[in-house]
Every structure is written in C-alpha cells, then in structure tokens.
C-alpha cells in the first residue's frame, strides 16, 4: 500500500520568515495531494491540494510543489504569521483511492 | 451549514464497555470514513463506506464495527474497548463521483477523544 512520510516533525521560524515541509510518498500511482492544518482541539482542514498533472500550486501565502518522478511534494508558507502555527499533515491518494496521511508537522511562527 | 458533526467530543470507557461515536453530515456527501489519531501520528483510516448500505474496511479495522443506513450518518461502534483503543477518532466525508470529475475533498469533523482505563 501507499507509504508517507512527513520531514521534519518539528519546524519553529521567525515571524516573518518562510517554513517549508516536505513529504514523499510510494505508490507511482497517486494523483492527488492534500494538504491539512490542524489547531489544537480541532479536525484537520484542507488548506490546499495538488493534482498529478499540475506541478506548482499558490493560493496567496501558500504554494504547494509536486516532483512526481522523485515521487515527491513541499508545502511553503511565505511571511509566516502567529495563526499559521498549527500541526500540518500532508496525504496522498494512491491506486487504492483512500488518503494515507504523514505523520504531522508541528509549525511554530516564534513573534 | 454544520458540516461534519461528531458526538460525544469526550468520552472516558472501562475496559470491556461497549459505545457508538456519531457522526452526521448534512453536505449530502456520498463518502465517508473514521479515522483514528494517535499522540504524534498520523490519521489511519479504520472503515469508510461509498454511499447508504456499503461499508469497507481501512488499515486498522479490528475492534470497530460500523453501518450507513443512511446517508447523512456513520456510527462507528467499539464492542469490547480495549486500552489500545484510546485516541482521538475523527470522521469525514466527501464527494466523489470519477476521476476527472468536480470531486469534494475530505471535510472533517472535530473529533471524539476516548480514553479506556
């Protein structure tokens, strides 16, 4: 089945600064990437997701890059901001059609 | 629009009790799925079901049961809690139709936090 992992675990900047996460996944058949913010007490929800045949998405501070050879894909925050420290877990959607999430990235933006 | 609504938000069980978690969704969605979330891990998906009357099995199954009578609500229930079984389960749904077609990503709910002594 499809396998995820999420680098690094722990990502603390400045405010102000960029923070990147990356994660790589198994099964050459996923085709669509997701990725998830999490506040404490919350459920997940979807900040932005990628498709197979598209290589860069932004939706304004946020820009998700997808490598489909190197079977990898980088979530970026430009001019991170206190809100934006949260746990964030990226999915992918292999042959089996179900997500197989990482393991959760905990951003802190330090002011 | 309440979107994904999961009952109880908390729940303490002794070990050997039985309980049902809720789950309802009124975005008339088609998919749905439990997932459970442990300390520092990700979400490992338990059952999902494709529409009223289907069910399939996840990753981590054992111990859980579920049923969709309707389409609107997926009850997961824990017959024998096990202290292994304490976590933070969530639900979600979704809208899917084919590849290529307009599909809904996951919504998801807040979550039910069980703990078994």
């Known amino acids: 089945g499809e396998n995820v992992e999420q680098h690094p675990s722990t990502l603390s900047v400045q405010e102000g600064d960029s923070a990147v996460i990356k994660c790589t996944y198994s099964d050459s058949a996923s085709n669509y990437f997701p990725w998830y913010k999490q506040e404490l007490g919350k459920g997940p929800q979807l900040i932005i997701d990628i498709r197979s045949n598209v290589g860069e998405k932004k939706d304004q501070r946020i820009a998700v890059t997808l490598n489909k050879t190197a079977k990898h894909f980088s979530l970026h925050i430009t001019e991170t901001q206190p809100e934006d420290s949260a746990v964030y877990f990226c999915?992918?959607?292999?042959?089996?059609?179900?997500?197989?999430f990482g393991s959760g990235t905990q951003l802190t933006v330090l002011p | 629009n309440a979107g994904v609504t999961q009952t109880p938000k908390f729940r303490i069980l002794k070990i050997g009790q039985s309980m049902t978690l809720q789950c309802t969704q009124d975005?008339?969605?088609?998919?749905m799925y439990w997932y459970r979330q442990d300390p520092g891990m990700g979400l490992k998906l338990i059952y999902y079901?494709?529409?009223?009357?289907?069910?399939d099995k996840g990753e981590v199954p054992n111990g859980y049961n579920v049923s969709r009578s309707t389409t609107e609500d997926f009850p997961l229930r824990l017959e024998l809690a096990a202290p292994s079984q304490t976590s933070v389960y969530f639900c979600a749904s979704s809208y899917w139709v084919r590849e290529g077609y307009s599909n809904q990503p996951q919504h998801f709910g807040d979550g039910t936090r069980l703990s078994i002594l």
């Open positions: 999915a992918a959607r292999g042959s089996a059609r179900q997500l197989t």
């Open positions: 975005m008339n969605h088609n998919y």
């Open positions: 079901s494709v529409g009223a009357g289907i069910t």
